[in-house]
T-cell receptor, first 114, second 115 residues
Framework: AQSVTQLDSQVPVFEEAPVELRCNYS??????LFWYVQYPNQGLQLLLKYLSGSTLVKGINGFEAEFNKSQTSFHLRKPSVHISDTAEYFCAVSEKTSYDKVIFGPGTSLSVIP | SAVISQKPSRDICQRGTSLTIQCQVDSQVTMMFWYRQQPGQSLTLIAT?????????ESGFVIDKFPISRPNLTFSTLTVSNMSPEDSSIYLCSVTPDRGLYEQYFGPGTRLTVT
């Protein structure tokens, strides 16, 4: 069975500083990987996804993530954060054989400090 | 992409009653899903709403508690039956407009409080 771990439940960071949100997954088969963002009182929005090919994936709002198969990780990064990036970030995984079923990690709350 | 609306956006209900949540999509989609997000927690898949057949429920969720309807390719409802305070959560509808893109689009959610 798949599982997703996000080691940091809360990440405070100063505005314009870089940030990395960590995600590790466990699966016995090949997977697709996703990062979603949830702004306060809103639904989830897809930031980026890894399906295949280049391990460095670029998404919206200046975010990027790198897939590392040997470490089963898919960490999210942004070189310079803004106040508007304050939100909850969810890493998610789905198996390539049953990709409609998406398993979400526990989430990381990013707080950008002015 | 897809634009999804949910009704109601929030509600406060009494223990023992039921609430039906509606999910409307602006285009026809094959796959629709219902998730629960308990306070301060991640999303848990409740079921896949299948058009023309019974919903497929995940482990820990049963039809008697969470009956789902999917009368067509743009609409679904989730009912939370015989509610208890433990059912207080955000309930989210999501869709996969194009299975080839492997992307899910989410509605804004319904915030339910059971007293």
């Amino acid at each position: 069975a798949q599982s997703v771990t996000q080691l940091d439940s809360q990440v405070p960071v100063f505005e314009e500083a870089p940030v990395e949100l960590r995600c590790n997954y466990s699966s016995s088969v090949s997977v697709y990987l996703f990062w979603y963002v949830q702004y306060p009182n809103q639904g989830l929005q897809l930031l980026l996804k890894y399906l295949s090919g280049s391990t460095l994936v670029k998404g919206i709002n200046g975010f990027e993530a790198e897939f590392n198969k040997s470490q089963t990780s898919f960490h999210l990064r942004k070189p310079s954060v803004h106040i508007s990036d304050t939100a909850e970030y969810f890493c998610a995984v789905s198996e390539k054989t049953s990709y409609d079923k998406v398993i979400f990690g526990p989430g990381t709350s990013l707080s950008v400090i002015p | 992409s897809a634009v999804i609306s949910q009704k109601p956006s929030r509600d406060i209900c009494q223990r023992g009653t039921s609430l039906t949540i509606q999910c409307q999509v602006d285009s026809q989609v094959t796959m629709m899903f219902w998730y629960r997000q308990q306070p301060g927690q991640s999303l848990t898949l409740i079921a896949t709403a299948n058009q023309g057949s019974e919903a497929t429920y995940e482990s820990g969720f049963v039809i008697d508690k969470f009956p789902i309807s999917r009368p067509n390719l743009t609409f679904s409802t989730l009912t939370v039956s015989n509610m208890s305070p433990e059912d207080s959560s955000i309930y989210l509808c999501s869709v996969t407009p194009d299975r080839g893109l492997y992307e899910q689009y989410f509605g804004p959610g319904t915030r339910l409080t059971v007293t």
